[in-house]
């Protein structure tokens, strides 16, 4: 179910570490949560954000999450394919649905992290 | 949760949860929010048809000889002119002539009436008209022993009357009748709350999981599926059809929601109708309406308007449309503002969405 390679955050996130570069994307819990998505808000590549700075949003039908890095540094990239088909989050949250790649200024942001057995017990916790 | 309530489950929470809905905590009640998904379910409503589970909703029955008095003083519609086996929409106002509740209120006999109240406002709603002086007749809940489904969209009357003893589509808008559906008694009603054709059916709780299903099987044909609460907003919220707690509550009359129709201030005397008729007199100085947001983002309740960079009103409802597919919502502005065409903008936190206010309803089916 959460690939194993990825790290993830408490606010069900995942990172996928490219050399400098973590690709940042919601999670399959969190996109079942938020039911269908119908927009995304994500940055302007050239942002610098700390780590923890909600950098957008996720709207669907019902509700609204933020999304936050959870590293320090420069947007590179934000997934210009969500403005027109949002629900890629919907079909491949980890995958497609991926929102933006963060160059990193500190790898110690890192450490925080989840890994996927970790994340899991996290999220079948929280359904308790 | 910080309440120690415990939450109540309707006869069909088993169902729901076997069909692998997402079930959500709603007015002291566990209902499933969406099952397949809200936009699916929503337009299964608009194009086929959709079957809710509106058990938490309450029921009162008034019966007696005074009973039409009663009610013609408890509720701004006009009773009197209210014909057996037809139903009203009205409302339970405070003496300054805001909102208690929007309920609608049933003529099952020349002394004897139903009223179906939201489920969040049930129990105040109980004690309120109780507390009311109600010479010859008797107040009874009715709540516990009445379950209700609604079956709602182009296909409801095919597959309701695949399923009756006596033809449903007999029934007129907000007309009912006592009949079988499924072998069930039922009060079948042609009514409901997302803006399709459509019927209430209210029968006895162990009753209800057994309708449920043959409605289902029934239905399978018509596309028939089940939806949440969900749905039920979204479809309400495109009919213009208020909500409690939404566009309605407590410092909201029936002119400011739009609902004057609802007010008959030349039938007498009820709880209410100075203020109102003073209000109608004076004029409002804010009304409901409904907007739709030009740029992308969605506008929800407690987001506020701003005119000239002054705070003008806020939003009471809004979502992202899933027949018109954009966003939407219903909201309070003053009189001067609320002619449709005006632009507006709304804070959706801290960022300036820009808005124009349109016509109500956004949604009217083809008839």
Sequence with gaps: MYPKEYRYTRDHEWVKVEDDICVVGVTDFAQQELGEVVYVEVPEPGQVFNAHDEIGTIESVKAVAEIFTPVAGEIVEANERLKDDPELINDDPHGDGWLVKVKFSSASDLDDLMDADAYEEYVAKGKE | ?367
Aim: one cysteine or more; proline letters at 6%; glycine letters at 12%.
């Design chain 2, 1 to 367: 949760m910080t309440t120690t309530t415990p939450l109540r489950r309707t006869p069909l929470y088993d169902l729901h949860v076997a069909a692998g809905a997402k079930i959500v905590d709603f007015a002291g009640w566990q209902m499933p929010v969406q099952y397949a998904g809200l936009i699916e379910e929503h337009r299964a409503v608009r194009t086929a048809a959709g079957l809710f589970d509106v058990c938490h909703m309450g029921e009162v029955r008034v019966a007696g000889p005074g009973a039409e008095a009663f009610l013609q003083r408890l509720t701004p519609n006009d009773v009197a002119k209210l014909a057996i086996g037809r139903a009203h929409y009205s409302a339970l106002l405070t003496p300054e002539g805001t909102f208690i509740d929007d309920l609608l209120v049933y003529r099952l006999g020349a002394a004897e009436f139903m009223l179906v109240v939201n489920a969040a406002n049930a129990a105040g709603d109980l004690a309120w008209i109780l507390a009311q002086p109600h010479p010859d007749c008797e107040v009874t809940d009715l709540s516990d022993e009445t379950a209700l489904l609604a079956i709602q969209g182009p296909r409801a009357l095919a597959i309701v009357a695949s399923l009756a003893a006596s033809d449903p589509g007999a029934l007129k808008a907000y007309g009912f009748a006592h009949g079988e559906v499924a072998g069930v008694p039922a009060l079948i009603s042609r009514t409901g709350y997302t803006g399709e054709d459509g019927f209430e059916l209210y029968v006895a709780p162990a009753a209800a999981p057994g309708l449920w299903e043959r409605l289902m099987a029934a239905g399978k044909e018509h596309g028939l599926v089940p939806a949440g609460l969900g749905a039920r907003d979204t479809l309400r919220l495109e009919a213009g059809m208020a909500l409690y707690g939404h566009e309605i509550d407590r410092t909201i009359t029936p002119f400011e929601a739009g609902l004057d129709w609802v007010v008959k201030l030349d039938k007498g005397e009820f709880l209410g109708r100075e203020t109102l008729q003073r209000q109608k007199a004076e004029g409002i100085s804010r009304r409901l309406v409904g907007f739709e947001v030009s740029g992308r983002g969605i506008a929800r309740q407690g987001h506020l308007f701003r005119h000239d960079g002054a705070e003008v009103g806020a939003v009471t409802s809004g979502t992202f449309s899933p027949t018109l597919e954009r966003a939407l919502g219903m909201g309070y502005l003053p009189v001067g503002l609320a002619a449709p065409g005006t632009e507006i903008v709304i804070d959706v936190r801290g960022r300036e969405l820009p808005a124009r206010v349109v016509p109500l309803p956004f949604y009217r089916r083809a008839r």
